[in-house]
């Protein structure tokens, strides 16, 4: 699988903001409209925040954003990994693992120290065994878990358990 920033494959910004609306934001009632602007936003960043996009053979597989804050009830915690989506087709192959790896390693060049995301409850056994940190449970209206993870020079973050 090849990872690449949605700047630099921008054919994939339609299914992107295709899956980030249908996931996230239509069942809390936005419009795909707002997906998309908030989504354009990201692309113009220079450095951060950023959007990366898997493919496999020009196929897209899966992709995760990094945005300032993405935990509404708690806008400090941040830098956070957001949107991670994986095709279905794709699941259990690792796809997650390295899309996830990558993201932390370029906020890692980026100058952060750590990064945040924000999770149902029944992802925390996936995040806790990838070595995020549970650091507060049920906030806001989703009673969303929140993870931290340090970022350390050189570290593999990603336990591929597949």
Known sequence: MEISDLKTAPQYFDVIADRIWNA????????????????????????????????????????????????????????CVAALWVEPDWRGRGVADRLVDTALKRLHAAGYGHAYLAARRPLRAYYGGRGWLLVEEGVGADQLDVFNRVLVEGAAYAVDTN
């Open 24 to 79: 996230w934001w239509k069942p809390s009632g936005a419009e795909l409209a707002q997906v998309e602007a908030a989504l354009a936003d990201v692309v113009v960043s220079d450095v951060f925040p950023f959007t990366l996009v898997g493919v496999e053979s020009e196929v897209f597989v899966g992709t995760v954003t990094c945005i300032a804050t993405d935990i509404e009830a708690r806008p400090e915690f941040g830098p």
